[in-house]
C-alpha cells in the first residue's frame, strides 16, 4: 500500500516570496508522483508530474518538483510566489502499473498581498 | 472539449431521501472515478470504473452508496438513504488510459443533508 504526507496544512507566504511545499511518501514499489492544485469551488488540475527521467519537473506557471527517491520525497518549490497561488495543493502517488491514485491531505497556500 | 461534467453543482436534500449524482466523462477516456472530499477526512476515492466495468470499490463506504456505469459517457452515484454525514462534495475524474495516469477532474457536487 502507498501513503503520501503533507505535513503543512497551511503555508502563509509574502507575495513574491519563495515557498516550499513538502510531500513524503511511502510506498514498498516504484510510483510516479503528482502535484494537483485546487482554486476555491473548483476541481482540482494537475500542475506536475514524474513519471521517469529528470527527477527535477517544472510546471507551466513556474512551479517545480523534484523526486527524491533516497528521501521518498517530492517538494513542490515556487521561487516568487503570486496572489493567484493561492490554492490547495495535493501531493498524490501511483504505483507503476495502476491507476489507483493516493492523495495527500492537501497544503493551503495563503499568499498575503 | 468541454471537460468533466457533473450535475447537479448543488444539492440538498433531507435525511433519508435518496440522492443522485450524475457525470459525464471526456470523450474517449477509459477511466472513471468518484471522489469525496471533506473537511475530515480529505480526497476519499470511493470507486473506479474501467471502460464501464467497476475495477476497485474498497471505498465505498457502505450499502447505502452504489454507482454505475451504463455506457462510456455517463455514471451516476446514489446514496440511498441519505444522512447528515453524506455532506460533502463529490467528484468525477476520468483519465485517458492505462499509463496516462492523469486524471482530469470535474467542478464537483456538493451535497448538503439536513
Known amino acids: 500500500a502507498q501513503s503520501v504526507t503533507q505535513l503543512d496544512s497551511q503555508v502563509p507566504v509574502f507575495e513574491e516570496a519563495p515557498v516550499e511545499l513538502r510531500c513524503n511518501y511511502s510506498s514498498s514499489v516504484s510510483v510516479y508522483l503528482f502535484w494537483y492544485v485546487q482554486y476555491p469551488n473548483q476541481g482540482l488540475q494537475l500542475l506536475l508530474k514524474y513519471l521517469s527521467g529528470s527527477t527535477l519537473v517544472e510546471s507551466i506557471n513556474g512551479f517545480e518538483a523534484e523526486f527524491n527517491k533516497s528521501q521518498t520525497s517530492f517538494h513542490l518549490r515556487k521561487p516568487s510566489v503570486h496572489i493567484s497561488d493561492t490554492a490547495e495543493y495535493f501531493c498524490a502517488v501511483v504505483p507503476g502499473g495502476y491507476q489507483k491514485v493516493t492523495f495527500g491531505t492537501g497544503t493551503k497556500l495563503q499568499v498575503i498581498p | 472539449d468541454a471537460g468533466v461534467i457533473q450535475s447537479p453543482r448543488h444539492e440538498v436534500t433531507e435525511m433519508g431521501q435518496e440522492v443522485t449524482l450524475r457525470c459525464k466523462p471526456i470523450?474517449?477516456?477509459?477511466?472513471l472515478f468518484w471522489y469525496r472530499q471533506t473537511m475530515m477526512r480529505g480526497l476519499e476515492l470511493l470507486i473506479y470504473f474501467n471502460n464501464n466495468v467497476p475495477i476497485d470499490d474498497s471505498g465505498m463506504p457502505e450499502d447505502r452508496f452504489s454507482a454505475k456505469m451504463p455506457n462510456a459517457s455517463f455514471s451516476t452515484l446514489k446514496i440511498q438513504p441519505s444522512e447528515p454525514r453524506d455532506s460533502a462534495v463529490y467528484f468525477c475524474?476520468?483519465?485517458?488510459?492505462?499509463?496516462?495516469?492523469?486524471?482530469?477532474f470535474g467542478p464537483g457536487t456538493r451535497l448538503t443533508v439536513t
Open positions: 470523450s474517449g477516456h477509459d477511466y
Open positions: 475524474a476520468s483519465s485517458l488510459s492505462a499509463g496516462s495516469y492523469e486524471q482530469y
